[in-house]
């Protein structure tokens, strides 16, 4: 499978520089996306628990909360 990767890496590069040019920006947003997505994995936790940090935070009724 690494070898198959290889070859077609290497046909992109060599023989077919205009399609990679093409798809060159769509991978750049690809990947954009998706270490946007990783980034934000453990986004809102900061170290306890989400149900103590929910009461926490939550002043939808007026009442102070411990």
């Given at each position: 499978m690494p070898?198959f ?6 046909l ?7 399609h990679?040019?093409?798809i060159l920006?769509?991978?750049l947003?690809a ?14 936790k900061h ?5 103590t940090?929910?009461?926490?935070h939550?002043?939808?009724d007026g009442?102070?909360?411990?």
């Amino acid at each position: 499978m690494p070898a198959f990767l290889a070859l077609i890496a290497g046909l992109l590069l060599f023989e077919h520089r205009l399609h990679l040019n093409v798809i060159l920006p769509w991978l750049l947003l690809a990947a954009c996306l998706v270490m946007h997505l990783f980034m934000h994995r453990g986004h809102g936790k900061h170290g306890h628990d989400r149900r103590t940090h929910e009461q926490h935070h939550d002043h939808r009724d007026g009442a102070d909360h411990p």
